[in-house]
Structure formats: C-alpha cells, structure tokens
Nanobody, 120 residues
C-alpha cells in the first residue's frame, strides 16, 4: 500500500504565500519524479511543476518565478512553495509521484488533494 498525503492548503489573500507538502508512505523501492498538479472548478487538471530524483526542476509558464518545487528524499516528501499568489491560482492541488514497488513495478500515484483559495 502506498499513500500520498498533502497538507498546507488554505485561504490566503492575493500576494500572499503558502507552502504545500506531500509525504509518501508505504512499501516502496524508490521514488522517481515527483510533481504537483492543480484543478480549478470547471477546468481540467493541469501540471504545475516537477522535480526529478536528482533535483532537476521544471515549471508551467503560469507559475514560473513565483512557485518553487523541492524535495527531501530522506523524508519522502515533496514541497511546493507558492509566492505572489493570484486569484487564478485557486484550485485543488494534487501531489503526483512515480514510484517503484517490489513485485508491482513503476507507476504513478496521486494524493487526495488540498484546496488552495486565493482571495482578491
């Protein structure tokens, strides 16, 4: 069994900051790429940022320069530091991880999501 548990969402005013965390637990061999996605009401889920096991990062243009993804491999945790938040950042944020498990192989796993609401 593998679990991804996000935390850190909430309500913040425009221009404010939040830090999301996602902890991976369970029986795993390794965690490869990790990422954050988001889904706003009435819209499709979109990719926000990714980080490889080696620490290389990439970002959607809409968040570049404002959001920072990082990870702590010892804690099986990925973070998303969100600064200069805008109302259009309002969404449910989901953690994604590509995980290798013994006897299962490698596949993507998702967290349950955490709500981020930015008021104008």
């Amino acid at each position: 069994q593998v679990q991804l548990v996000e935390s850190g969402g909430g309500l913040v005013q425009a221009g404010g900051s939040l830090r999301l965390s996602c902890v991976v637990s369970g029986s795993i061999v390794s965690i490869n790429d990790m990422a954050w996605y988001r889904q706003a009401p009435g819209k499709q889920r979109e990719w926000v940022a990714s980080i490889t096991s080696g620490g290389s990062t990439s970002y959607a243009d809409s968040v570049k320069g404002r959001f920072t993804i990082s990870r702590d491999n010892a804690k099986n945790t990925v973070y998303l530091q969100m600064n200069s938040l805008k109302p259009e950042d309002t969404a449910v944020y989901y953690c994604n991880a590509r995980i290798t498990r013994r006897f299962v192989g490698t596949r993507d796993y998702w967290g349950q999501g955490t709500q981020v609401t930015v008021s104008s």
